[in-house]
C-alpha cells in the first residue's frame, strides 16, 4: 500500500495562482502513475491531471489545459500540481492518487487508482 500525503492548497483570488504536493511513501504495489482529481460539492469527482513517474507522458483534464501544469520529482517521490490562472469553478477538494500496474499513458479514471490521499482544499474566490 501507498501512503500519499498532500500538501498545499488554500485560497486564492481568481487570475491567481496556487501549487499543491503529493509525497508517496511506500513502495509496495506501486506502479508508475500518480494523478491529481478533484471534487467539488455536490459534484462527482474529475481527473485534473496524470503523470507517469519517469515524467515522459501528462495527460490533463480539458478545464485546465494550459492553466495546470503537473510535475513528479522522484528523487522526492513527490508531484506536484502548479494550478496558474484559477477559476471560481477551480474550487474544489483535490486528491492525489497512485495506480498500480505500469502505463504509458496514465489514464483520468479514478477506478483506476488504488491509493488515494486524505485531500487538501483550493478555493478560488472571484
Known amino acids: 500500500q501507498v501512503s500519499l500525503v498532500e500538501s498545499g492548497g488554500g485560497s486564492a483570488q481568481a487570475g491567481g495562482s496556487l501549487n499543491v504536493s503529493c509525497a508517496a511513501f511506500?513502495?509496495?504495489?506501486?506502479?508508475?502513475?500518480m494523478a491529481w482529481f478533484r471534487q467539488a460539492p455536490a459534484k462527482e469527482r474529475e481527473g485534473v491531471a496524470s503523470?507517469?513517474?519517469?515524467?515522459?507522458?501528462?495527460t490533463y483534464a480539458a478545464s485546465v489545459e494550459g492553466r495546470f501544469t503537473i510535475s513528479v520529482d522522484n528523487a522526492k517521490n513527490t508531484v506536484f500540481l502548479q494550478m496558474n490562472n484559477l477559476k471560481p469553478e477551480d474550487t474544489a477538494m483535490y486528491y492525489c492518487?497512485?495506480?498500480?500496474?505500469?502505463?504509458?499513458?496514465?489514464?483520468?479514471?479514478?477506478?483506476?487508482?488504488?491509493?488515494w490521499g486524505q485531500g487538501t482544499q483550493v478555493t478560488v474566490s472571484s
Open positions: 492518487a497512485d495506480a498500480p500496474g505500469y502505463w504509458r499513458h496514465c489514464p483520468l479514471i479514478d477506478t483506476v487508482y488504488k491509493s
Open positions: 511506500g513502495y509496495s504495489g506501486r506502479g508508475n502513475c
Open positions: 503523470i507517469t513517474t519517469d515524467g515522459t507522458s501528462t
